[in-house]
């Protein structure tokens, strides 16, 4: 099976813009989570996605948003962007995650810069 | 989720064994221990987890005390690639709607050497 993809790998905006990220999932996978990851803070849990529903939500501001497709497809979007916000953002797929036990595969991560 | 405690950073010799301890004396009967890692910049790649037994998979093994309290993560044959940040996780087990979180900690940077 295919592995989570990510789109795009890089991405360099200016403060004030907004970006969508997108992942897509193993097949047959149909939670996604999305993690932000930066020097300071290391890896911090932003939402999750099932059935195109969010059902857990970290401690972000607003400006950070999500949406899942019918396809278990995701895409997250940060509008007006901060200087802050530049991280690598990280996408997590799994099957059965009610479960404990089941196990979240990683995407390759969209690295963000914002100038 | 229970807490975990990480040595900052670890040396290895390539060929030789790597073992990797964690901490989690406040861990929950329902909660099971998952062990990531992260290669410079990439996403996190699963290794292995369990919940009292010891567990080994192809990649590496994981040793739980009998009062769970800590975990050592052992890599068998540690090679230059196993260079990493390695993340220790205590996680919830069951039907539970927050089960999909994963509270990442500082890990452990090895450092496999020649």
């Known amino acids: 099976k295919a592995g989570v993809t990510q789109t795009p790998r890089y991405l360099i905006k200016t403060r004030g813009q907004q970006v969508t990220l997108s992942c897509s999932p193993i097949?047959?996978?149909?939670?996604v989570s999305w993690y932000q990851q930066t020097p300071g803070q290391g890896l911090q849990f932003l939402f999750e996605?099932?059935?195109?529903?969010?059902?857990n939500k970290g401690n972000f501001p607003g400006r950070f948003s999500g949406r899942q497709f019918s396809n278990s497809r995701s895409e997250m979007n940060v509008s007006t962007l901060e200087l802050g916000d530049s991280a690598l953002y990280l996408c997590?797929?799994?099957?059965?995650?009610?479960?404990?036990?089941?196990?979240?595969?990683f995407g390759p991560g969209t690295r963000l810069t914002v100038l | 989720d229970a807490k975990t405690t990480q040595p900052t950073s670890m040396d290895c010799a390539e060929g030789r064994a790597a073992n990797l301890p964690c901490n989690h004396s406040?861990?929950?009967?329902?909660?099971?221990v998952y062990w990531y890692r992260q290669i410079h910049s990439q996403g996190p790649q699963y290794i292995i987890h369990?919940?009292?037994n010891n567990e080994t998979n192809e990649m590496a093994s994981l040793i739980i005390t009998e009062d769970r309290k800590s975990s050592t993560l052992i890599l068998p044959h540690a090679t230059l690639r196993d260079t990493a940040v390695y993340y220790c996780i205590v996680r919830v087990g069951g039907f539970t709607g927050t089960a999909s979180k994963l509270t990442f900690g500082t890990g452990t940077r090895l450092q496999v050497t020649l």
């Open positions: 406040t861990i929950s009967g329902n909660e099971y």
């Open positions: 997590a797929s799994s099957s059965e995650p009610d479960r404990g036990t089941d196990t979240q595969y």
């Open positions: 996605y099932f059935s195109e529903t969010q059902r």
């Open positions: 097949s047959g996978h149909r939670s």
């Open positions: 369990g919940l009292k």
